[in-house]
């Protein structure tokens, strides 16, 4: 391959008429915005320990009353792409958010996706679009784009969640932006359309005289149906696979959401699995036991509620390093952008 001409190689009467006229030769870039057969991720392998967030979150407790924040939360951000930018990778925004014991979150709606998976506490809720979803440990809620959503906290101790968004996408795109608006009149999730309704896979509740129209039916995932589906699946999957479940929309069968994708895996005792490379970048965050982590020649060892994330074209090895417990983790990626972008990749 020929080495392209460098920007030095020009005479700097050109360049400077170039840059008065907003105009910029394409080929001295042109290597590094499109590199031979794999791209160069911005985004590092990444491992944020739980013990030493949450010790500096409770501190923004004491610190940040919750008036003075809307949101506390402590941003899970990529050294790879620069701290400020609040990013885990290209797509993907983390954050742990601490809500502690008669604080409330006001109700606000916003044009990027996000989850919450809880990861600590008792006690407290999320109003999305008047359901009142409760939190506990490992469950997913959802609250996708233009639905209104407050956070309060009637339990004793601090909750901790972690929060997925795609706002990194959206903000590039110029289309972030919020609407703060009243206290929801909440209404404790019933009928048809609620998400406790969707009670058992293969059945799907069908109103007589009208058919469920939400776009999102589905917005409290609750851990332990999720617990129970993935140790039913490993009954039934050797050695060499893990469990793994998708959060979809049950009136669909698509993606939770449109832009992120979510699902939870499980590996027992003592097992380890290689997932083939990927486009997508992927976040694993361990909901109980633990897991090492081997991808972009970094190994991390994950124990509960630690999260990292990895950047996309890479193998990603994962080992359950306790002998005698099953590792269940949740898993967030950039596969349904990827693949409705026609982007997406995987490789053997
Ligand atoms: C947001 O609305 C929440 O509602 C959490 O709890 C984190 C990060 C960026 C933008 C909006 C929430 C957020 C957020």
Redesign the pocket.
């Known amino acids: 391959m020929t080495d392209l001409g460098r920007l030095e190689d020009l005479p700097q009467d050109y360049r400077d008429a170039l840059t008065r006229l907003n105009l910029v030769p394409l080929w001295p870039s042109l290597r590094g915005v499109m590199p031979a057969h794999t791209p160069r991720p911005q985004t590092q392998a990444t491992h944020w320990p739980y013990a030493t967030l949450k010790e500096q979150l409770l501190k923004a407790g004491e610190l940040t009353p919750i008036e003075k924040a809307e949101?506390r939360?402590l941003v899970l951000a990529n050294p790879g792409h620069g701290l400020e930018k609040m990013q885990a990778s290209a797509a993907i925004?983390l954050?742990m958010?601490l809500l502690m014991p008669g604080e409330w979150?006001p109700s606000?709606r916003?044009t990027?996706n996000?989850v919450?998976m809880v990861v600590e506490g008792e006690g407290a809720w999320t109003t999305v679009d008047g359901e009142r979803c409760p939190m506990q440990r490992g469950d997913l809620i959802l609250?996708p784009t233009g639905l209104w959503?407050e956070?309060g906290h009637d339990g004793s101790e601090p909750v901790i969640w972690l929060?997925v968004?795609d706002?990194p996408l959206v903000y590039y795109l110029e289309a972030s932006y919020?609407v703060n608006g009243e206290r929801q009149k909440s209404r404790a999730a019933s009928g048809a359309q609620a998400s406790p309704a969707y009670v058992a896979a293969g059945v799907l509740p069908t109103p007589v005289f009208a058919r469920g129209n939400k776009r999102y039916p589905m917005l409290r995932y609750p851990w332990s149906s999720t617990r129970d589906a993935l140790t039913k699946i490993a009954q039934t999957t050797d050695d060499q696979t893990a469990a793994q479940i998708t959060y979809i929309n049950p009136e669909t069968g698509e993606d939770a959401e449109n832009i992120l994708g979510f699902y939870a895996m499980m590996l027992k005792a003592g097992q380890s699995v290689t997932l083939p490379a990927r486009s997508p970048a992927t976040v694993f965050h361990v909901i109980e036991g633990s897991c090492a982590v081997t991808a972009a020649s970094q190994r991390f060892a994950l124990t509960r509620a630690d999260t990292c994330c990895v950047p996309g074209y890479g193998a990603v090895q994962l080992q359950n390093p306790s002998s005698t417990e099953p590792a269940y983790l949740f898993l967030a990626d950039e596969g349904p952008l990827h693949r409705k972008l026609g982007l997406y990749e995987e490789r053997p």
């Open positions: 949101r939360v925004y954050g958010q979150a606000h916003h990027p996000a919450r609250t959503h956070h929060d968004l706002l919020h």
